[in-house]
């Protein structure tokens, strides 16, 4: 029995590949790698796009497939707002596909990375699963159109899901072998990290006219390790019985754009150069978690919930 693990190059995925691995489970990625990093998956892989439905029912074919954890969509706010068709087309398309593969397939249990931008603008301090969903850009349109796809496949077809709504995934392998790489970069963190590494002079702060303490967006930053333990938590809950739900993932305690840089100046022991900027169109001012239900109900327990920690593993896999 193999745990198909979709968009496990990337990222997140691949920081859950590994996890899954030393916790015994077998499993096989697939990954389009139109963002994923071949090297960073040591397990089954197929290069495939879940749009080409025959190739992925493929791999259902060729393993024993018992569980789906799906990572692949595109995830930025900023190109989402100028490129919606291509968010629709592969995040929201792309689900379609791979639940008419899992239907046919009989395979029952789906866990999915959702995130807080289905949120949009919070009504209250810590956000709340029930909280309501008004993205302010279309990625998170598409996260919401996804897990409510979810919910209409699992009552018509004897399906389960648990849409893990994650905050801001940050951080590294504690031993610096795994990490984030985009290209582009557009993640705060790394782009900060880019000034003392040599890659670029300065960092901009997109905006400092945000309703909050010192005018820059506050995000709630959530190590990429805590994530990956969240996923096989919420595959064992279905498989244990579990109903399909939604979860957030965040730490609670939020940080400015600014509060991120000073961090990073410490870790680094760089200046590291800033300068305002305008604002970022579709970004949301504060997104802070409350995660008591993912406690409560999966018994998950964050390890690395401090920021300096989360920029100290991030900065160590730079400099590797
Ligand atoms: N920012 C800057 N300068 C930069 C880059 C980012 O000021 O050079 C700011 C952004 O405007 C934002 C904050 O830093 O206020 C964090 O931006 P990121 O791009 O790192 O992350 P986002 O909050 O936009 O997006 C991330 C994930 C999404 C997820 C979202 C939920 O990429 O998948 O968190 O908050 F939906």
Same mark, same amino acid.
């Given at each position: 029995?193999?745990?198909?693990?979709?968009?496990?190059?990337?990222?997140?995925?691949?920081?859950?590949?590994?996890?899954?691995?030393?916790?015994?489970?077998?499993?096989?990625?697939?990954?389009?790698?139109?963002?994923?990093?071949?090297?960073?998956?040591?397990?089954?892989?197929?290069?495939?796009?879940?749009?080409?439905?025959?190739?992925?029912?493929?791999?259902?074919?060729?393993?024993?497939?018992?569980?789906?954890?799906?990572?692949?969509?595109?995830?930025?706010?900023?190109?989402?707002?100028?490129?919606?068709?291509?968010?629709?087309?592969?995040?929201?398309? %792309?689900?379609?596909?791979?639940? $008419?593969?899992?239907?046919?397939? #009989?395979?029952?249990?789906?866990?999915?990375?959702? !995130? /807080?931008?289905?949120?949009?603008?919070?009504?209250?301090?810590?956000?709340?699963?029930?909280?309501?969903?008004?993205?302010?850009?279309?990625?998170?349109?598409?996260?919401?159109?996804?897990?409510?796809?979810?919910?209409?496949?699992?009552?018509?077809?004897?399906?389960?899901?648990?849409?893990?709504?994650?905050?801001?995934?940050?951080?590294?392998?504690?031993?610096?072998?795994?990490?984030?790489?985009?290209?582009?970069?557009?993640?705060?963190?790394?782009?900060?990290?880019?000034?003392?590494?040599?890659?670029?002079?300065?960092?901009?702060?997109?905006?400092?006219?945000?309703?909050?303490?010192?005018?820059?967006?506050?995000?709630?930053?959530?190590?990429?390790?805590?994530?990956?333990?969240?996923?096989?938590?919420?595959?064992?809950?279905?498989?244990?019985? %579990?109903?399909?739900?939604?979860? $957030?993932?965040?730490?609670?305690? #939020?940080?400015?754009?600014?509060?991120?840089?000073? !961090? /990073?100046?410490?870790?680094?022991?760089?200046?590291?150069?800033?300068?305002?900027?305008?604002?970022?169109?579709?970004?949301?001012?504060?997104?802070?978690?409350?995660?008591?239900?993912?406690?409560?109900?999966?018994?998950?327990?964050?390890?690395?919930?401090?920021?300096?920690?989360?920029?100290?593993?991030?900065?160590?896999?730079?400099?590797?």
């Amino acid at each position: 029995m193999a745990i198909l693990i979709i968009g496990g190059a990337g990222y997140i995925g691949s920081h859950a590949v590994r996890y899954f691995s030393d916790k015994g489970r077998d499993v096989v990625v697939v990954d389009s790698l139109s963002t994923g990093h071949r090297e960073a998956v040591d397990v089954p892989f197929y290069q495939l796009d879940i749009r080409d439905e025959k190739a992925l029912e493929e791999v259902f074919l060729s393993h024993d497939i018992d569980g789906v954890i799906h990572f692949a969509a595109n995830s930025l706010v900023g190109v989402s707002m100028v490129e919606p068709y291509e968010y629709y087309h592969n995040n929201v398309y %792309g689900m379609m596909c791979l639940l $008419n593969v899992m239907r046919r397939q #009989g395979v029952k249990n789906l866990v999915f990375s959702s !995130t /807080a931008a289905t949120y949009g603008e919070p009504i209250r301090e810590l956000i709340l699963e029930d909280d309501p969903t008004e993205p302010t850009n279309p990625y998170g349109e598409t996260k919401l159109a996804m897990e409510k796809m979810m919910k209409w496949f699992a009552r018509a077809y004897n399906m389960k899901y648990i849409s893990l709504r994650y905050f801001n995934a940050a951080g590294a392998q504690p031993d610096g072998s795994l990490g984030e790489m985009h290209n582009p970069e557009t993640h705060l963190i790394p782009l900060v990290l880019q000034v003392p590494a040599g890659q670029r002079d300065k960092i901009s702060i997109f905006g400092d006219d945000y309703p909050t303490a010192d005018g820059t967006c506050i995000r709630d930053y959530i190590h990429v390790c805590d994530l990956a333990s969240a996923h096989l938590l919420a595959l064992e809950y279905l498989e244990k019985g %579990g109903e399909s739900d939604v979860f $957030n993932l965040g730490n609670g305690k #939020g940080y400015s754009v600014k509060e991120v840089i000073e !961090t /990073a100046r410490k870790v680094t022991g760089h200046p590291i150069p800033a300068v305002v900027e305008a604002r970022r169109p579709g970004d949301p001012a504060i997104l802070v978690a409350s995660s008591d239900k993912a406690k409560r109900e999966l018994g998950w327990k964050p390890e690395h919930e401090n920021l300096e920690e989360i920029i100290s593993d991030a900065w160590r896999f730079y400099n590797k």
